[in-house]
């Protein structure tokens, strides 16, 4: 399985930061996964929350602050303070710049299901082949209409459902019918039958999120292409053990 680092090393660093995606490949990561959203001025900027205070300590929306005013914050402020310093939250393309000289795959979530960010899927997919990068690139949101468009704009590049709430029957079919690509679940919402579906339509399925071993256990058990977690290095020691998976 691949080991994918959430948001980078999310679980020891400050999470969607040039510092966790550093530390990420440091510990043998696979591929990382992040999260985009637009700034008022159009620039791609990589955050998860729409809303600022929890990650910088700022009140306010990350769509009403320009990136000049984006990169002034502290991304890692509002969670651990002074420890890890300064680090600015990253946009897009300075992140591109930093992985086209890595072999890692970026799983790009684009986070446009509580505002609609205009544009954006054609703004990233424009950075991508700007780098180069369309094979080393999969594509997922919790908005499926978006992947719908992303799959118009350049069709070769995968994109993966996510979902964090319980779907009936059919997902590979669903997924596959609309001609996308892999299944995104929540750990807790993946069963048997929903991966025997899956395979039946030819649908990979990366898992979030998957901290312990239960869940690396259950991932493997069904046969899951790639595990997303917050410990990318534990994560890959598990893995890698003779006595995994415990008998």
Not at 44 to 71: N, P
Not at 75 to 97: D, H, M, Q, R, T
Not at 165 to 185: A, C, M, R, T, V
Request: aromatic content about 10%; overall charge negative.
């Amino acid at each position: 399985m691949k080991v994918v680092a959430h948001r980078g090393y999310s679980g020891l660093y400050p999470e969607n930061t040039m510092l966790a995606f550093n530390k990420a490949v440091e510990a043998g990561s696979d591929e990382i996964e992040l999260d985009v959203q637009l700034a008022k001025d159009g620039t791609v900027v990589i955050i998860h929350d729409e809303i600022l205070e929890r990650l910088t300590g700022v009140k306010g929306a990350v769509k009403d602050f320009t990136i000049g005013e984006l990169r002034k914050l502290n991304a890692s402020a509002g969670v651990y303070g002074e420890k890890f310093g300064f680090n600015p939250i990253p946009s897009l393309e300075e992140y591109f710049s930093w992985v086209k000289d890595t072999e890692i795959v970026t799983n790009i979530e684009l986070k446009n299901s509580c505002y609609y960010y205009e544009g954006m899927e054609e703004k990233v997919i424009s950075l991508i082949q700007k780098y180069g990068i369309e094979k080393r690139i999969i594509l997922s949101s919790f908005n499926h209409l978006s992947l719908a468009k992303c799959k118009k704009i350049c069709p070769s590049i995968p994109c993966g459902v996510l979902t964090g709430s319980y779907l009936e029957g059919g997902i590979g079919y669903y997924i596959k019918s609309n001609g996308l690509d892999f299944f995104h679940p929540e750990i807790n919402l993946l069963s048997e039958e929903i991966a025997d579906d899956c395979k039946k339509h030819e649908v990979e399925i990366n898992v979030w999120t998957v901290n312990d071993m239960g869940g690396l256990i259950k991932s493997k058990a069904l046969n899951c292409r790639g595990v997303i977690t917050n410990y990318p290095d534990v994560c890959k020691a598990w893995l890698s053990s003779p006595s995994f998976p415990p008998r």
